[in-house]
């Protein structure tokens, strides 16, 4: 993906992410979520493919969560 789309792509996330309380608490589980759920099958040989992935996601997720929060900057 292109930079630019890439940027447009956050754009929206974010959007859909701050839209109201109920959206960002749900967002907030859904990280809080994921990272348990990978951190159980972390140690399956099956995990270290999708490694990279999943933590390039929590990051972008947890970047959303900052500025969603107004803890951005």
């Known amino acids: 993906m292109a930079p630019v789309e890439l ?7 974010h ?9 960002k608490s749900r967002f907030l589980k ?6 348990k759920a990978f ?3 972390s140690p399956h040989p099956e995990a270290a493919r ?6 390039r996601l929590l ?3 947890a970047l959303l969560s ?5 803890n951005w900057g």
Do not use: F, P, Y
Not at 30 to 35: K, R, V
């Open 7 to 13: 940027t447009r792509l956050l754009q929206r996330a």
């Open 15 to 23: 959007n859909a992410v701050v839209a109201d309380d109920e959206t």
């Open 30 to 35: 859904a990280c809080t979520e994921l990272t």
């Open 39 to 41: 951190a159980l099958v």
């Open 50 to 55: 999708i490694r990279v992935a999943v933590k």
């Open 59 to 61: 990051h972008r997720m």
């Open 66 to 70: 900052l500025v969603s929060l107004g």
